[in-house]
Structures are given as C-alpha cells and as structure tokens.
C-alpha cells in the first residue's frame, strides 16, 4: 500500500518552497509543476500513477499551497522559473517535468534558460501567457496600466466561504467537469481556515506579476533554447489562447489532443492524459 507524501521546504531567492514527495527516491526524478491559482496536492492522481517508476515531487509554486508569499508582486515567469530550477536540482537534476497552465510556462522558461536541467518536458496547455493583451513595446504606457492594476490589490479582501462545502461549490462551478469525487480534496488543499470560514491560500498578488513580465512574443525565444524532448498536450475544446503552432518553435517537440476536456484535462480525462505522458516519458533515456 503507498503511504501518504512527506511535505518538504527547500529556499529559493530567500522564499520559501513547499513541495511534496511521494518516495521512491532511487528512481529518476519527475516533477509536478501545478498552474495559477493552484497548489501540488492537485497532482495527487496523477502523482499515484508514476510514483513506483519515478522518484515523484510536486511544489507548491510562490504565493501558492504552502509556499511563503513574494513581498510586492515579484510573481513573474522569471521568478517561478527559478523556484522551478531550485527544485529540481534539490530532487536531482536533469529531472523529468510535467507541468500545467502557468507551470507549463514557468516550465519552459526554465527549460530553456537551464536546458541541462530537463531530461524530458510534458506540458498541459501551457503554451498561452498570463501577460495583458497589449503587447507594445515596454515604456509609461505598459508600465502604468501594470502599475495600476496591481496598486489596486492594496485595497482588496480575500473572500470568506462559510465553510468548506461552499468553498467547494464554488470550485466546482467555476469548472463543472471536475471529477465531483475529487473536488473536496483540491479544496482541503487550497484553504485555509480564518475567522468566520475559510480563504483561499493563495496571494492575491500572483495575479499581478510583474512590471517586466516575458510576454507573448518573447517565449519562442526561450522554447527554441531547450534541449530535451517536448510533449505539448492540449484539450482540443480548449478556449484559454493555446498556441496550435507551438511546436515549430522547439528543436525536438510534439502535439496531442485530449477529446472531451477542458483546461484541467489532467483531471478531465486523467487516463487519456496518463496514456500519452507515459511513454513520452519512458522514451527518454534518463541522465
């Protein structure tokens, strides 16, 4: 029977990062790298499916889960990609990944900043950006509407759920595909309890950034630095601005597609998503 993963903490840029491991620590390392707004125990599925081939981790990205919240809002790709990279030479780089909607692209700016840390790399529709929409050159105008966006965090409040079942409700309306069996455990790991109820865990401020954020046009410029095999998966109902041309951009990547899936298809159609990340995974000799 498979005991339950041991939380563990690792500093990255004087922060510190939770991550959770599933054991088996003879073996190749694969790290789960979970989206905005999200935390590791998300994984957890996907985490019991490899664990006895892979030497499993999954952190808790900044301002996530566990993890310690950024003063200001140094919450950008650079950063996370960092605190990504800390991680995986803390389990043992090179180290396989696979990653989810923001972590994919923390993931792939890791990858190709740090491309000998990266035995092999599976990302989740993760080719969109979290960056506004203007893509114009940075100067006062870029700077001021990201300024004033986050200047109005200042005066924000987390909301307070009654309870845990309404803050699971609220979970599942904002994505209804979700397994309903499953939907109690992502909550328990997302909140926390305060006076009156229960809050969300992580900082407002993520959604923030940062004032000089890697932007649409320059993440191709980081996806033709890595070295390693690339696994693009995408829900081919999917609507978040995934990148269907993304693979033009990588020395060695390829496309799939989940049928009858959404933005979450790891949790959606968790056995489709198994049978292709497996044996891209297996494919790759280990380092």
């Not at 005066?155 to 307070?160: G, I, L, Q």
């Not at 809050?199 to 996806?223: A, C, H, L």
Request: proline share 7%; aromatic share 12%.
């Amino acid at each position: 029977m498979h005991t339950e993963p041991i939380q563990k903490f690792v500093t990255s840029q004087r922060i510190r990062i939770a991550y959770w491991d599933w054991g088996n620590e003879g073996a190749p390392p694969l790290v789960l790298v979970h989206g905005g707004r999200d935390h590791a125990r998300a994984w957890d599925r996907i985490a019991d499916a490899f664990r006895d081939e892979y030497h499993v981790v999954a952190p808790d990205l900044r301002g996530h889960g566990d993890s310690a919240w950024s003063p200001g809002s140094a919450y950008g790709l650079p950063d996370n990609a960092l605190d990504t990279v800390r991680v995986v030479e803390e389990v043992g780089a090179p180290a396989r990944v696979l990653a989810h909607s923001y972590g994919g692209a923390v993931s792939l700016i890791a990858a190709g900043t740090y491309p000998e840390h990266f035995t092999a790399l599976a990302v989740i529709e993760g080719t969109h950006s979290m960056n506004p929409r203007d893509e114009s050159e940075m100067g006062p105008h870029w700077m001021r509407a990201w300024a004033d966006r986050v200047r109005s965090y200042e005066a924000s409040e987390p909301r307070v759920y009654p309870d845990l079942a309404t803050a699971e409700k609220r979970v599942y309306d904002a994505n209804p595909r979700l397994p309903i069996d499953f939907v109690p455990h992502l909550t328990a790991y997302a909140a926390r309890p305060v006076d009156g109820g229960y809050v969300w865990k992580y900082d407002w401020w993520v959604n923030g950034r940062t004032s000089m954020e890697i932007r649409r046009d320059e993440q191709p410029r980081f996806w033709a630095a890595i070295e390693c095999p690339v696994l693009l998966l995408f829900a081919r109902e999917s609507r978040v601005g995934q990148r269907s041309d993304a693979d033009q951009f990588f020395k060695d990547a390829r496309i799939a597609y989940i049928d009858d899936a959404g933005h979450w298809l790891h949790h959606e159609q968790p056995e489709a998503t198994i049978a292709q990340v497996r044996p891209f995974l297996a494919s790759v000799p280990s380092r």
